[in-house]
């Protein structure tokens, strides 16, 4: 999943850790990425279904 910025990036993460899915935030490939520049949210394999349903509530 691609989100617009850090900020938001950190808010999914804090998310998806209470509901109990492990999850890693990936920055831009740029040495001097700013918190306003999209990052990528990874989870593992094992826990995309449960992610996905996550999503579907919200």
């Known amino acids: 999943m691609e989100v617009k910025s850090g900020y938001a990036a950190?808010?999914?993460q804090e998310f998806f850790r209470a509901e109990g899915v492990a999850i890693r935030v990936?920055?831009?490939?740029e040495s001097d990425a700013q918190m306003l520049t999209p990052r990528e949210l990874?989870?593992?394999n094992s826990k995309t279904h449960?992610?996905?349903e996550l999503l579907r509530k919200i």
Request: overall charge negative; proline content about 23%; cysteine-free.
């Open 10 to 12: 950190q808010i999914w």
């Open 26 to 29: 990936v920055p831009p490939l």
């Open 42 to 44: 990874w989870v593992p």
């Open 50 to 52: 449960v992610a996905d």
